[in-house]
């Protein structure tokens, strides 16, 4: 027999999988998904077995060294969508196998074998444990014994192999007793034992009037009674023990109070219907949920998981990594128990382990988590649901560059099972697909409290200047703030992106420069002094007079938190202020520390970058202020104005979701921008349609697709020669109606030493274009291995800037 191997080398070279002879003594053990050692030039390496044949068209093979895996660590569905995935987002396909495992499994850990059972063994094994729990794995090889027996036990579940983690136990078990006879064999026993065992006769009075299971630690404590007393018993085959793996949940000893399913209101149900039926008939659909924070999205998709649990089906919900709070948890958790796993990326290694085997192994039903949660290996998934679907965090920004909607919609399809998208500020793209049938739209327009949305009130910064306040606070944002403190509430402010001050405005009359050819801020250069495009490399010098009114104070805008919280300081001498940014929140669990402080009313104001945006949610909060609504306006991004009007929208939904009512100040020198004034009223369709002509004039998505290609060396020749070489190749090879920006530099033009420079192609139809650029790039597949050059290839970017 003869497996297909896709081997850990990462080189666009070795990118296919080879064939490997399958030894005597694994053959019928090694399947499809298992991982395995195999000898690659000089050495060995990990591969995944991706196929078995009878014959291969090469002679002389290799043999495979070592199998890691007794049970396919990827699915048949799996192993197929990693091709795909590979060659959707031009990556390797081990990169792509890579990522859709816990990180453990990347590598090759110690392994242990551990017996869960008292069920007889065949000899060999029984001999290899030799009264033993836990036997090193190595033992197993060296005992030479056959997998096949190995496998038969894991799969009767009498014994399982552990991944040794470094740096945690790997394991935790609980040892559970319970007698091995009937309750008239314990009588005997009984009435047999002399009255001197009064320790055992009293142990085994306790099972003849309750012969269940009990933890071996509550027996001792109840009974007072010693280990040496159970084991004697345990020995006379009058008890037994069975242990039971417990995993490290980081959510172990919390409590979740459970919550029943709510009676839906009349839209919720218009929107559950579909879904229902979707799930009943095992059809796919992808469905667009439209509505506003405090709407009901999420008791939709309790209700979905709720059905499809009950089919006794599985569920992926995918939520921005930023909004995994506690929170959120605790409302899955809460009606589903112990049947949810939750990934997130502040657990440890083993911790994303246990949760990662804990789905494979059909513990659980229900997986919550950031991206690549995507991934879980369920085999009978009944939905999956993205919650903000809008959010850039379900973008992988680096290899491979996969978008989590595009997988979930393939899983989805593969599955025959409704996927579900939900967010108060659809991604443009998904909403002009709902709009034209692809997606199911429904539209969730009130909350469920009938509270409206809080006011807000746009300041327009321009006045302020006029006025004489030359200082960041406007006096509206100031008197606000100041009442909402004399009053005993909170105050969230906001300073979008820290860093990013490189565009140039009038503070006069809020004229921004903008490149002629692409509708997009011009970037400031501090060193030459120049403006510059970072799409179409259009430049020109730092005007000292604006263009529009003349006046002289056009300057590079943009300022941080640190010098916003000292001048809020000397405003409002009696407040007290809490600072959130990547500054202060750099330790591990620092976040969670200072929403703690101002959740517990240490502070009257907490002041951060849009990270606090997210999730947050305080009774006290009545107040939120943007301090700059125009920083990321102007950011040299297609996408400026949508994430603008999303954070808006966003923000908004965190004032007043409780008792007291909200408010929110928008600080701005565009008022009249249309991202800005539809976000202060709430109207979401109308910035879609508006949005959307601005894209389709500039040619931009959802009008064309984008791919991104990114050259960069130390030698920064080398770097824009290759950049010129790759985009002259374009030219020739992509149809007409296609576009080639580039090469320009790109808009960090340095970033560690490496000198990078980009292409962008806009395109329509072009469907030989990922071979195109396969090809064109494999052309510097030596230079690439012999000198420092790097090219990335984003076939669909987000991160522009
Ligand atoms: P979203 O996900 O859109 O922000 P949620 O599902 O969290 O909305 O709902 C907001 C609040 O309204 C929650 O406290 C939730 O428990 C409550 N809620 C949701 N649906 C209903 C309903 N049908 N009846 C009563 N309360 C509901
Ligand atoms: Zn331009
Ligand atoms: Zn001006």
Not at 487 to 512: D, I, K, P, W
Not at 657 to 669: A, S
Request: hydrophobic content about 35%.
């Amino acid at each position: 027999m003869i497996a297909n191997v896709i081997v850990d080398v990462p080189a666009s070279s070795i990118n296919q999988s080879f064939d490997y002879h399958i030894p005597e003594h694994f053959q019928g053990v090694i399947q499809p998904g298992m991982r395995v050692i195999v000898p690659f030039g000089s050495r060995n390496v990990m591969g995944f077995v991706t196929g078995l044949a009878h014959e291969s068209s090469h002679n002389k093979l290799k043999t495979i060294a070592e199998v890691l895996d007794l049970t396919p660590v990827l699915t048949d569905e799996l192993l197929e969508l990693g091709m795909w995935l590979a060659e959707d987002t031009l990556s390797l396909y081990i990169t792509a196998y890579q990522a859709m495992l816990p990180q453990v499994l990347k590598a090759n850990y110690k392994k242990e074998l551990e017996r869960l059972t008292d069920a007889s063994l065949p000899n060999q094994l029984e001999s290899l444990f030799a009264g033993r729990l836990v036997v090193p794995y190595d033992e197993l090889n060296d005992a030479g014994i056959g997998y096949h027996h190995v496998q038969k036990a894991i799969r009767q579940g009498d014994i399982t192999v552990h991944y040794l983690v470094k740096s945690r136990v790997t394991k935790k078990r609980i040892t559970y007793i319970k007698p091995s006879r009937d309750v008239h064999l314990l009588e005997e026993a009984y009435n047999d034992l002399s009255n001197r065992a009064k320790k055992q006769k009293e142990l085994l009075a306790y099972f003849i009037q309750q012969p269940e299971e009990i933890k071996l630690n509550s027996l001792l404590k109840k009974l007072g009674t010693t280990r040496s007393t159970v084991n004697t018993l345990l020995e006379k085959q009058l008890l037994e023990t069975s242990q039971q793996e417990i995993y490290r949940n980081p959510y172990d000893n919390q409590v979740f109070e459970r919550t029943e399913a709510l009676k839906l209101t009349d839209e919720q149900e218009k929107t559950m219907d579909p879904i229902k039926q979707d799930i009943k008939e095992e059809r796919h659909d992808v469905f667009l949920i439209h509505g506003v924070t405090g709407s009901g999205k999420t008791e939709i998709y309790l209700q979905a998981i709720q059905d499809v649990i009950a089919k006794g089906e599985e569920a992926i919900v995918l939520v921005p990594e930023i909004s995994l709070t506690p929170q959120m948890v605790k409302r899955f958790k809460g009606r589903f128990g112990s049947s949810v796993a939750v990934m997130h990326s502040a657990l440890s290694n083993g911790e994303k382990y246990d949760e990662w085997r804990r789905i494979q192994q059909k513990d659980v039903q229900v997986v919550v988590g950031a991206r690549s949660a995507v991934f879980a290996p369920f085999e009978n998934l009944g939905v999956l649901i993205i919650d903000e679907e809008h959010e850039n965090s379900y973008k992988q920004e680096d290899q491979p560059r996969y978008h989590a909607r595009d997988v979930a919609i393939r899983r989805g399809r593969h599955h025959q099972c409704p996927v579900i998208l939900g967010s108060a500020t659809p991604a443009l793209e998904s909403y002009a697909r709902a709009q034209k049938g692809v997606y199911q739209l429904a539209t969730l327009s009130k909350r469920t409290n009938n509270k409206a949305m809080p006011q807000m009130e746009l300041v327009d910064m321009r006045h302020e200047l006029h006025a004489g306040n030359r200082s960041m606070f406007s006096r509206s944002l100031k008197n606000k703030v100041e009442q909402c403190i004399s009053r005993g509430e909170q105050a969230v402010l906001l300073l979008n992106r820290r860093g990013y001050s490189t565009f140039v405005m009038c503070r006069e009359c809020g004229h921004v420069k903008e490149c002629p050819h692409c509708d997009i801020a011009l970037t400031f250069h501090k060193n030459s002094n120049q403006l510059k495009c970072h799409y179409c490399s259009y430049e020109e010098p730092m005007p000292t007079y604006c263009p529009s009114c003349n006046s002289e104070l056009i300057r590079f805008f943009g300022t941080g938190t640190q010098r916003m919280e000292e001048a809020l300081v000397q405003l409002i001498p009696q407040a007290r202020i809490l600072r959130m940014d990547v500054d202060t929140t750099r330790r591990k669990g620092a976040h969670e520390r200072l929403l703690n402080q101002f959740a517990n009313k240490e502070a009257d104001i907490l002041l951060g970058t849009q990270m606090i945006a997210k999730g947050l949610d305080f009774e006290n909060v009545t107040l939120v202020g943007v301090l700059t609504a125009d920083s990321m306006l102007h950011l040299p991004d297609f996408r400026s104005a949508e994430k603008t009007f999303q954070l808006l929208t966003q923000v908004s939904g965190r004032a007043g979701r409780h008792e007291l009512p909200g408010e929110v100040i928008v600080q701005t020198y565009t008022p009249e921008h249309y991202s800005i004034e539809l976000a202060s009223q709430y109207d979401y369709v109308r910035f879609y349609q508006n949005e959307m002509r601005v894209r389709k004039t500039f040619q931009y998505p959802p009008f064309v697709f984008l791919a991104l290609i990114t050259v960069s060396d130390e030698n920064h020749a080398a770097a824009a020669r290759a950049a010129q070489q790759i985009a002259k190749g374009l030219w020739q090879s992509v149809q007409t109606e296609t576009v080639v920006l580039g090469p320009t530099p790109s808009p960090i033009p340095r970033m560690k030493d490496r000198y990078r420079y980009q292409c962008m192609i806009k395109y329509k139809n072009e469907p030989n274009l990922r071979s195109s650029i396969h090809r064109l790039i494999a052309q510097f597949d030596d230079q690439m291995r012999k000198s420092n050059l790097q090219i990335t290839v984003d076939m669909q970017p987000y991160q522009l800037i």
